[in-house]
């Protein structure tokens, strides 16, 4: 088999306060890492994440509100990404989106009404979306069979049950597991990476957040997806390779880069 590389398919490396960019660039070429892409959360992520994918190589964006900065949609932040999403190949989907009932759920209506504009603006120009669905399974699952009808759907940092992502799995829909998937006490994800096919996975680090075993308690950074693809081999009972291959695959078809 050939030898691949790996892709972090959601890393917030504008938010890494302990590296530079170019230093998390080369940690991660060095482990073989060879494209990430970095999501926008606020509305003042759009210009950065969008500028980062311009300014280098090997990264990607997704663009969009995340749920709990839900009251930063409006009709110019809605062209604007319109504008650059139609402007360069370099965005890769509309994300992160979705539901988020953990942080705060004062505004679940408000949170839902934005997801379902964004996901209507995902089908509009035809690009994947990167969904965050914290505590609101049930409420995400609904939202994208109800109003989804042409993207590609990818469940990030997937924290539901092995039965949730079967359900995920029957929609046609992609998982995308991170650093969670190594902690010793995670057997509910533990179970998620055996239940879903190679065919249908994806990793990522969501640096700065969820560091994987062995580096818990330290900033997370690209470089550290390969934990998780360890993981993942050693649970599906795979090689390594044939987990980066696959996931780089699904990737690269998904995300068309
Ligand atoms: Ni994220």
């Given amino acids: 088999m050939n030898k691949t590389y790996l892709i972090d398919t959601h890393t917030h490396i504008n938010m890494i306060e302990g590296l530079p960019e170019t230093e998390i660039l080369k940690e991660a070429e060095a482990n073989n890492v060879k494209k990430i892409v970095v999501p926008a959360s606020c509305a003042g992520d759009i210009d950065k994440v969008y500028e980062l994918s311009q300014k280098y190589e090997n990264i990607y964006c997704y663009l969009g509100i995340h749920p709990s900065e839900a009251k930063d949609w409006n009709d110019v932040i809605e062209n604007k990404i319109k504008t650059l999403a139609q402007s360069s190949a370099k965005v890769a989907g509309i994300g992160e989106i979705g539901l988020d009932y953990y942080w705060d759920k004062s505004f679940v209506d408000l949170q839902k009404e934005v997801f379902i504009k964004q996901i209507e603006l995902a089908n ?105 693809a360890e993981e993942i081999s050693r649970l599906k009972a795979v090689t390594f390779e044939e987990v980066a291959l696959a996931t780089t695959q699904n990737a690269q078809n998904i995300l068309g880069i």
């Fill in 124 to 228: 509009e120009l035809n690009l994947p979306m990167n969904i965050h669905d914290r505590d609101a399974h049930k409420d995400t699952f609904d939202i994208l069979k109800a109003y989804n009808k042409n993207s590609k759907v990818i469940m990030h940092c997937f924290s539901g049950s092995p039965e949730f992502a079967v359900e995920c799995l029957k929609e046609g829909w992609y998982i995308a597991l991170g650093g969670v998937v190594t902690f010793k006490n995670a057997k509910k994800m533990k179970d998620v990476a055996e239940v879903v096919p190679l065919e249908r996975l994806l990793i990522e680090t969501d640096a700065p957040y969820l560091t994987p075993v062995p580096h818990r308690g330290e900033e997370n950074q690209p470089a550290y997806v390969k934990f998780v």
